[in-house]
């Protein structure tokens, strides 16, 4: 009894306990209740106006500042990103341009909507970028200041322990940009890099690295449409496609080309690796693609000179081509076609094998050249003459503008050109005349190192006035004269071949059975002897052929020998194309290129060719013809307003230009009136717009920036890039392509990139590591511009 009265007791006790713990636990799941549901209202305001130290405060700075470090520029998401419709990630960075300047817009929202999104915000939080360093877009979406406010006030929940680790993220953040900023100050200063500021009234305002304004003839106040055009002008900024359309692409003509490689990897590059020098025999002249050793010894023939045809790397080049001992500014044009410098091109065996025929001497710190050459040993303005006298229909600088000079030498005829309004394409192989291309560049004349091999010559058909051949070495009249037949496919309709060797004017049997083979061939191919003549003063003679206007000769000969090309065969395809020993049909309707001689220059230069017509598309979308006109006007206002005036450049040091993408040759249009010359390189995957520029009088070539430029270092005084960077990297890593762009610009020369600005970004990143100087940097609307230059530095 005494038990059970007592376990009912503690009974009694122990159903008292548990309802008092009950009533405990209910007020406290209550005040729990309160608390959490007061939470949820109050946390995000807080986040979006009381804590003012923190990313997540949308921050204007003021509007008229503009800064261009490095990596802060990133671009805004295109169309495609639309269908995502992702908010922004934590610790994301962007720049929006206005209209005078680039404003500074820091997002971070940790309202994310998925666990996959919060994975990418963190990921981004630790490299702090909307973009890879390759400028990748990551599909994010940068949310307006009205969006974000929106998302404040639908009271969504944050998890306390995500806005404490974005709080470290970004104090993290905060650190690394300020050391972003310390690092670009410092090499500012130690590089003198000069950035450019817009003031108020759209003026653009000098700075030197602290700060303060720069006086002089640096930089002159230019407004921002001139610098950036807006309106009509930056349609012309933004292409249509029409590769398929109007223009085929010459990848696309030229059946024969190697798959391209599609690269596109998110991975970065190491920007901040250790530069090396090259170690190549070839030393300060290395050009990768033409001093290949190893592939050269895999050869298994050299007959046609295919050890001096192109053979590039795999894996195009990342190291440093060094500067020669003592190298120095080149003298300026015109006295740069006389004398060099020695040590810029410190070559003596050509000087000594070629002496005796006036090509060029050594004479204290000077390489001179007094202007003459195997076949115008007294110079070649009289030779040039002489051609003339011979054939007054040549007409230098009015029917005859665009010349190409085969195995050119020094290119003395092409230099001595100049003075008769003639421009000219020389070249000729890297071989045993050592350095000859490297001493035409570095005189200031236009040259190329290529060879008459087994390859078709990066030219389109039908494009140039005259060909000419002094003692160039090429045996025209072998193998069925398919080097010969080469020169056909290149020369225009109605055009001139002018031929000085030996054959024309030596009596002893080998001169005259080759002379007698020539005049086989050149008949069977329905060349015109126009002239023959001997020059008294050089003792020398030349033969001037022409080739025929139309395809009558062709249909009336007894034999097919050389044979008509099959239809199929593109003449304009001319990148890594085989030769062919055959003859294109020439153009018999009126309104197709080449049919029609253009006029004379220089009204050929801003008359839009005759087979352009309103059915075709333009590059930018407009109709050929208004296309061609308005690219014309808007490089007429980028280089005046901008180019001449507005970048501190002084145009007196600089004679070799190259336009790395080149669409109708605006470019080098606009620059008609200074002294110098301009390249126009079409990519091969971009519109195979070359035909257009050689009609204007202009030149250039066919060139893939996926491999090393056909020239030797130091070769160019400016190259210019618009949009290049942002096409070619769809194909290829962007490294190489301004690793090649350092080898080929002199020290001092001048880099202007127009791109996207993550582009830019990117570049200036680069550009920096190899103590470029960054002259100027400007961004507008997602499109920035970029001028910087080269220095001295090599690294040890």
């Known amino acids: 009894m005494p038990f059970g009265a007592s376990s009912r007791m503690d009974g009694r006790r122990a159903s008292s306990y548990c309802s008092t713990t009950t009533i405990i636990t ?43 470090r490095s990596g802060d520029m990133i671009e805004e998401s295109n169309g495609d990103d639309k269908d995502n419709n992702v908010q922004n990630e934590s610790n994301s960075f962007t720049k929006k341009a206005s209209e005078t300047s680039l404003e500074n817009v820091e997002v971070e929202s940790s309202l994310n909507k998925s666990q996959d999104n919060k994975d990418e915000s963190e990921d981004d939080s630790k490299t702090g970028s909307f973009s890879d360093i390759n400028g990748e877009e990551t599909g994010e979406t940068i949310p307006e200041v009205g969006d974000l406010d929106q998302d404040t006030k639908t009271g969504d929940k944050v998890d306390p322990k995500e806005d404490e680790n974005d709080e470290k993220a970004n104090e993290e953040k905060k650190l690394s940009q300020d050391e972003i900023s310390d690092d670009d100050k410092t090499q500012g200063e130690k590089h003198g890099t000069i950035e450019e500021k817009l003031d108020p009234e759209g003026g653009n305002i000098a700075q030197d690295s602290d700060g303060s304004k720069e006086g002089g003839d640096q930089f002159r106040a230019t407004g921002s449409n001139e610098v950036f055009p807006s309106g009509v002008q930056s349609e012309l900024l933004n292409e249509t496609n029409t590769q398929d359309g109007t223009w085929s692409t010459q990848a696309a003509e030229s059946k024969n080309e190697n798959e391209m490689q599609n690269v596109s990897s998110s991975k970065e590059e190491n920007l901040d690796s250790t530069w090396k020098i090259c170690q190549v025999t070839a030393g300060i002249d290395y050009i990768p693609c033409l001093d290949n050793e190893a592939a050269i010894k895999l050869l298994h023939l050299t007959g046609h000179y295919e050890h001096r045809e192109r053979h590039c790397p795999d894996e195009p080049p ?292 005759y087979w352009l017509n309103n059915s075709q598309l333009g590059v930018y979308g407009k109709p050929a013809p208004e296309d061609f006109v308005s690219d014309y006007e808007h490089w007429k206002r980028v280089v005046s307003k901008s180019y001449v005036s507005g ?124 103590h470029w100087e960054i002259r100027l940097a400007y961004s507008k609307d997602n499109e920035g511009l970029l001028c910087a230059q080269k220095t001295m530095w090599r690294p040890n």
């Open 26 to 68: 209910f007020v406290a799941l209550g005040l729990i209740a309160v608390w959490m549901i007061t939470s949820s209202t109050v946390v995000p305001a807080a986040i979006s106006d009381a804590q003012p130290d923190t990313n997540e405060k949308v921050s204007v700075p003021d509007p008229t500042s503009f800064e261009s």
């Open 318 to 609: 990342t190291c440093l081509v060094p500067l020669p001992n003592g190298y120095r500014p080149p003298i300026r044009w015109p006295l740069s076609r006389e004398k060099i410098w020695y040590n810029n091109a410190p070559h003596a065996k050509l000087a000594e094998v070629k002496g005796h025929q006036n090509w060029v001497k050594v004479s204290g710190e000077y390489t001179e050249f007094p202007g003459g050459g195997t076949q115008f040993i007294h110079g070649a303005l009289h030779y040039i003459d002489f051609i003339q006298e011979s054939l007054p229909d040549i007409a230098w600088g009015k029917r005859s503008r665009v010349v190409l000079d085969v195995g050119c030498g020094v290119a003395s005829f092409g230099g001595y050109l100049f003075e008769r309004d003639v421009l000219t394409m020389s070249f000729a192989p890297k071989d045993e005349h050592e350095a000859q291309v490297q001493f035409a560049l570095e005189r200031g004349i236009p040259a190329i190192s290529a060879v008459m091999g087994t390859k078709r010559l990066p030219f389109p058909s039908k494009v140039y006035d005259v060909i000419h051949c002094a003692r160039c070495r090429v045996p025209w009249h072998r193998e069925g004269g398919m080097l010969l037949l080469e020169l056909n496919r290149l020369l225009r309709p109605g055009g001139y071949f002018v031929w000085s060797a030996t054959p024309i004017y030596r009596t002893d049997p080998e001169n005259v059975e080759i002379w007698q083979a020539m005049t086989a061939i050149t008949k069977s191919m329905c060349w015109a002897m126009v002239s023959k003549t001997n020059d008294t003063l050089n003792q020398v003679g030349l033969a001037i052929y022409k080739k025929p206007s139309d395809n009558k000769c062709y249909e009336q000969r007894k034999e097919d020998n050389p044979p008509l090309c099959q239809s199929s065969d593109d003449p304009d395809a001319a990148w890594n194309i085989t030769l062919q020993a055959c003859m294109h049909r020439l153009p018999v309707d009126l309104t197709s290129r080449g049919n029609q001689w253009p006029v004379q220059w220089p009204l050929r230069l801003e008359k839009v060719p």
């Open 647 to 770: 970048m501190g450049i002084n145009w007196s040091t600089v004679r070799n230009v190259m336009d790395m993408r080149s669409v109708y040759g605006g470019f080098a249009a606009a620059l008609r009136e200074m002294k110098i010359w301009v390249m126009n390189v079409v990519s091969i995957d971009s519109p195979d717009t070359l035909p257009i520029i050689y009609e204007r009088g202009l030149f250039g070539m066919y060139h893939d920036w996926c491999e090393s430029f056909s020239t030797y270092p130091r070769s160019y005084d400016l190259l210019h890039a618009d949009h290049l960077f942002s096409k070619t990297k769809k194909r290829c890593q962007l490294l190489p392509i301004l690793v090649e762009v350092d080898r080929i610009v002199r020290p001092e020369g001048k880099l202007i990139v127009r791109d996207h600005v993550d582009i830019i970004s990117e570049l200036e990143n680069t550009l920096k590591s190899l």
